[in-house]
């Protein structure tokens, strides 16, 4: 499906729901990438997720501390002292950090089962 079709179909949704609807469907649109980011701070797992960007912070600046230092050597011993924990720690950081998006994910989806949730809700009239 192009990005064309899902405009096309998402008018076409718009144009069919009634007002009330058309409301419930504003106040449930999707989140941009940022929006959904930051909302993982809030919540009830939101320090979980503020104690893996503080670690990963951490290791980020350390790794990159490694590096200038690696990058600052003459022996090639002391490169591959600085050079593999730069790597190691970067690299970390970089997995602590890809570990929220599966739950980005999952809270884009359960944003649009309950979007759909309401909408068959105002329908059947409960």
């Known amino acids: 499906m192009t990005q064309n079709d899902k405009t096309r179909l998402d008018d076409m949704i ?24 930051l909302s993982q701070f809030g919540g009830k797992l939101g320090w979980v997720t503020w ?3 503080i670690v990963q912070a ?4 350390i ?10 050597t003459t022996d090639v011993l002391e490169a591959v002292k600085w050079g593999i ?13 890809l570990s929220l998006a599966p739950q980005m994910q999952a809270d884009r989806v359960i944003r649009e089962v309950k979007r759909l949730e309401l909408l068959i809700a105002t329908r059947t009239g409960e």
């Open 14 to 37: 718009k144009a069919a729901l009634t007002g009330e609807d058309r409301e419930i469907l504003n106040q449930t649109q999707e989140l941009g990438y940022f929006e959904l980011g």
């Open 58 to 61: 951490t290791l980020f600046f």
């Open 51 to 53: 104690v893996i960007m």
């Open 63 to 72: 790794g990159v501390w490694c590096a200038f230092r690696f990058f600052g």
């Open 85 to 97: 924990p730069a790597a190691v720690l970067m690299l970390a950081a970089t997995q602590l950090k």
